[in-house]
């Protein structure tokens, strides 16, 4: 079954700061999905990538795969205290859909 | 706001006792899926329903059992509850087009078993 390693599994920044969390897969990715999550409440959607050397952008938020790596990385610019949560990254699983998703990295980002 | 309601948002149960936890999805969405999320976790898969009928399962016992009806709305029945069952409950909304799926979240179920 496929795995998501999430690193690092917590951030804590100082407001302004730059900061990238990084997804990497046991198996070849087909689908690469980024949320965030409030303590104890659902998943937002951020953003989906596809194909290899794919980059997306969402206000200050920009994810890219790399598909060679079966990796992908989410970069935050200028973070603020809005930016706080968990970020999780999800993959389905190609032909047989199993989604699966990391850990979770939980980003603190202080004032 | 995603479009996805669940209920109830806080639920109490006992070992052994039974619950049902529902979810309303995103108008137009065909698809639901449901996840465990235990606290430091990330969600794990338990099932999917696709046009009412189980489309993929994850690795959860069969006391764990689901229904989608033709409004897409959804339920998922656990029985025989365990102290492990205690988690937040996730159902996720999508529309199967074949070209990837984007799944919308609820704000989930807390359950706590005791």
């Known amino acids: 079954s496929q795995e998501l390693e999430q690193s690092p599994q917590s951030l804590i920044v100082q407001e302004g700061k730059n900061l990238t969390i990084n997804c990497t897969s046991s198996k070849t990715l087909y689908g690469l999905y980024w949320y965030k999550q409030k303590y104890g409440e659902g998943l937002i959607f951020l953003m989906m990538?596809?194909?290899?050397?794919e980059e997306k952008s969402h206000e200050k938020i920009t994810a890219k795969l790399d598909e060679k790596k079966q990796q992908s990385s989410l970069h935050i610019t200028a973070s603020q205290p809005s930016h706080a949560g968990i970020y999780l990254c999800g993959a389905d699983g190609g032909g047989s859909y199993i989604p699966t998703f990391g850990r979770g990295t939980s980003l603190i980002v202080h004032p | 706001e995603t479009g996805v309601t669940q209920s109830p948002t806080h639920l109490i149960k006992t070992r052994g006792q039974q619950v049902t936890l529902r979810c309303s999805s995103q108008?137009?969405?065909?698809?639901v899926s449901w996840y465990q999320q235990a606290l430091g976790q990330g969600p794990q898969f338990i099932f999917q329903?696709?046009?009412?009928?189980?489309?993929g399962r994850g690795n959860f016992p069969p006391r764990f059992s689901g229904l989608q009806f033709p409004n897409y709305s959804s339920e998922l029945n656990v029985n025989a509850l365990e102290l492990d069952d205690s988690a937040l409950y996730l159902c996720?909304?999508?529309?199967?087009?074949?070209?990837?799926?984007?799944?919308?979240f609820g704000p989930g179920t807390r359950l706590l078993v005791l």
């Open positions: 108008s137009g969405h065909n698809t």
């Open positions: 329903y696709y046009r009412e009928e189980e489309n």
């Open positions: 990538l596809q194909k290899g050397g």
């Open positions: 996720a909304s999508s529309l199967r087009t074949g070209r990837g799926e984007t799944q919308y």
